[in-house]
């Protein structure tokens, strides 16, 4: 192996458990059904680029998971575009009123919401509620 392809794969591995761990999923239709059929928890996040709860509550995410990895290895983080899916049937099944709602699902159980809140113990109970599921 020459030294250019060592460097190469050698930066890659280093990157890897970062890149993994790096953003949420972007959901497609039948992903969340086919999670739950796995049995993962799932802390959902019904989002708008344009709306500034939304990303207030998605530094607060992403600030939480920076501190405490276990959030991002024992629950499954999917984004839902509320633009895109906004009335879909997985926002009309789950009753979602609006964007900047998030919500925990374990089975056939929510476990817990939280619409239009950007308070960081609010969001961090919530991701608590998912983390506990996860490892129970």
Same mark, same amino acid.
Not at 9 to 29: G, I, V
Not at 31 to 49: C, H, I, N, P, Y
């Given at each position: 192996m020459d030294r250019r392809s060592f460097l190469t794969?050698?930066?890659?591995? &280093?990157?890897? !458990?970062?890149?993994?761990?790096?953003?949420?999923?972007?959901?497609? !239709?039948?992903?969340?059904?086919?999670?739950?059929?796995?049995?993962?928890? &799932?802390? &959902?996040?019904?989002?708008?680029?344009?709306?500034?709860?939304c990303r207030s509550q998605a530094r607060t995410i992403q600030a939480l998971k920076s501190d405490n990895p276990a959030y991002e290895q024992g629950v499954t983080f999917i984004d839902i575009d509320w633009d895109t899916y906004g009335k879909s049937d997985l926002a009309k099944s789950l009753k979602i009123p609006r964007r900047s709602t998030l919500v925990v699902l374990k089975g056939d159980q929510e476990l817990g919401r939280i619409v239009a809140q950007t308070g960081t113990s609010d969001i961090k109970a919530l991701m608590d509620t998912a983390l506990a599921a996860a490892t129970s």
């Open positions: 794969l050698t930066a890659a591995s &280093l990157a890897l !458990p970062f890149s993994a761990r790096a953003a949420a999923l972007s959901y497609t !239709p039948g992903m969340v059904q086919e999670r739950l059929a796995k049995g993962e928890t &799932l802390f &959902l996040d019904f989002t708008a680029s344009w709306c500034s709860t």
